[in-house]
């Protein structure tokens, strides 16, 4: 899942409670813990809450669409919900268990997970007062398939599990519900009977529940209010909000009780505030400035726009106020697969010679903001291991080393090359120039090229202009299985208008696809472990990405904000869902 510098994602829960203790809740940091509390535990309804977005818009609020952990975050706490979902626990254990949201339970498989069944609840309304059927969540799967319309979205699992051929073209032979080509196949494969879904899978997928808790891709739609890609900011909601007028890219929007919503159905949402107030376009030092001094609106604010590191010296100032926790996510970089100068190798290891992690992290606050990462999966999935050649590199680069490789680089001397990342904040262009300022001593000539208001609709075309870029990610749920496929296998990354996740267009080919294969299929958790580890190994030896760091969440809310915690289990962010104000 996309981190949002901006790109949510699943980090193992046990080791990101620990994460909290460790870093949120000692006397050295002044934080108040991942699960701290302001004025009550709970808070009483009413009052108006604000939530900073910042510079970086949201690029999708179409279900099928979205797959910023941000915008997971939120919109599954205020106006969506699906057949199950995650608790508001920072127990390790119990808030990464699924329970029944729109749903009558957690779902049934007689067959190890090859068939999954589950029953909507026939008390739930979407927010003009109709009943949320069955027949909505087979047609909000079924957008998953129209890949030229619904883009960005992780659709990759459905293609890779449900019970659907694929093409020559290696998609699906199912088109979606706007061309319906082989519709009966899609029809077979997911099926409803009165208010029961069913979702036959061509081999098991045990951990299915976790997925549709984890992300909004199996979230119900409503067929009749479809309008395809002018849907992308459309929100037909089914939570405890609902938008107030239209969403305005870069401005934001409002959101209000959904009357339709019935608390009584709803196990996992307070729904405390009157009002959502959603703001983008605020430069994270501005909103810092408001949030330090406790002012006006602010004092009803939270945001997961990180503090600047400028500020850093202010935290004892606001401990009461302050949260840091060890987020599920790994920055890295990757090559452009079909720039002309890093479709050589050479050339790609000269980069990643000459990738000076250090200098990105001490840029961008120091070790109150990042710890090094030796591979793109976070430490605290299980089947991690630290990628060895990675690790082999120093942290500074190795400036000889590089010189000498791109001097085997075919491409034209001097090598020019554009970094394109998520820009517009001066911390964010200090990391890009400390990058440049490496890579330009050991040889190249470097461009910055930096995007504000969209990033990864940007960077997901396959013609994007651009020869490295940026990029963050964290496991979707606990598995290897939700990082190494979704950005790096060539079956699932193939749309002619979208890369999906695979950013750098890298191919891998029959080696790297029937490798993850092969780890998927391996029920020994020990050896998928060491499966995956291989699956990494060739990753690395092609330069399909380099590393930077594990990024580490430091927020600050305002004054009036009741109960505020931060969904340590799941992804970090703050859990809107319990969050209220005080009057």
């Avoid at 919109?75 to 699924?98: H, I, M, Q």
Wanted: aromatic residues 12%; hydrophobic residues 35%; negative net charge.
């Amino acid at each position: 899942m996309a981190i949002s510098k901006k790109p949510f994602a699943a980090l193992a829960a046990s080791a990101l409670a620990l994460s909290v203790a460790a870093c949120g809740g000692s006397d050295d940091n002044g934080g108040g813990g991942g699960n701290s509390d302001n004025k009550s535990a709970a808070g009483s309804k009413g009052g108006t809450a604000i939530f900073f977005n910042g510079v970086r818009n949201t690029e999708h609020w179409d279900p099928q669409r979205m797959y910023i952990g941000r915008d997971l975050n939120n919109s599954g706490r205020l106006f969506y919900r699906s057949l199950v979902a995650y608790p508001a626990s920072n127990d390790a254990k119990e808030g990464t268990t699924p329970v029944a949201d729109l749903a009558t339970d957690t779902g049934k498989t007689d067959d190890g997970g090859k068939t999954w069944q589950f029953t909507v609840r026939d008390d739930v309304k979407w927010q003009d007062g109709k009943p949320i059927t069955c027949e909505d969540f087979k047609y909000g799967a079924s957008r998953n398939f129209a890949t030229d319309v619904i883009i960005g979205g992780p659709a990759n699992y459905l293609f890779t599990y449900l019970d659907i051929p694929q093409g020559k073209d290696g998609l699906p032979v199912y088109d979606g519900p706007y061309k319906k080509d082989n519709q009966d196949l899609f029809d077979k494969a997911v099926t409803c009977d009165g208010q029961t879904i069913t979702y036959h899978m061509k081999k098991v997928w045990p951990d299915f529940p976790q997925s549709i808790a984890s992300l909004r891709y199996l979230d119900p739609y409503r067929q009749d209010l479809d309008k395809g890609d002018a849907s992308n900011f459309q929100i037909i909601s089914n939570g405890p909000y609902k938008l107030d007028g239209n969403w305005t890219e870069g401005t934001g929007g409002t959101f209000v009780r959904n009357e339709n919503w019935d608390e009584s159905t709803d196990p996992i949402r307070k729904a405390l505030p009157d009002k959502w107030e959603f703001r983008e376009g605020d430069q994270d030092e501005a909103i810092y400035d408001q949030l330090l001094a406790d002012s006006g609106d602010a004092q009803f604010g939270v945001t997961e726009r990180r503090l600047p590191p400028t500020d850093y010296g202010r935290i004892d100032e606001v401990k009461d106020r302050y949260t840091q926790v060890e987020s599920p996510f790994v920055d890295y970089l990757l090559p452009n697969f079909n720039s002309p100068v890093f479709k050589d190798k050479a050339c790609r290891e000269a980069l990643a010679m000459a990738t000076s992690r250090a200098s990105w992290i001490q840029a961008g606050g120091g070790d109150r903001a990042f710890k090094p990462a030796y591979s793109v999966i976070n430490p605290s999935v299980p089947g991690y291991t630290e990628n060895p050649k990675f690790k082999s590199i120093p942290d500074e680069g190795d400036p000889a080393g590089a010189k000498a490789k791109l001097a085997e680089c075919s491409a034209p001397k001097p090598v020019k090359i554009k970094f394109t990342y998520s820009g517009g904040t001066p911390t964010s262009d200090k990391q890009a120039s400390a990058l440049k300022d490496a890579w330009d001593k050991a040889g190249f000539v470097t461009e910055l090229d930096p995007l504000q208001d969209t990033y990864y609709s940007v960077i997901q075309k396959p013609d994007a202009d651009f020869d490295v870029t940026w990029a963050g990610w964290g496991a979707d749920w606990p598995s290897v299985g939700t990082v190494i496929p979704p950005l790096f296998d060539s079956r699932i990354n193939i749309t002619k208008s979208s890369n999906g996740n695979d950013y750098g267009n890298y191919k891998g080919g029959p080696e790297v696809d029937s490798a993850i294969d092969a780890a998927y299929a391996e029920a020994d958790l020990d050896k998928a472990a060491q499966d995956w580890a291989g699956v990494d190994a060739k990753l690395s030896d092609d330069v399909a990405y380099i590393p930077l760091e594990i990024t580490i969440f430091n927020f600050l809310h305002g004054s009036k904000i009741t109960g505020y915690s931060n969904n340590v289990s799941t992804n970090g962010y703050a859990d809107l869902a319990v969050i209220g104000v005080s009057k």
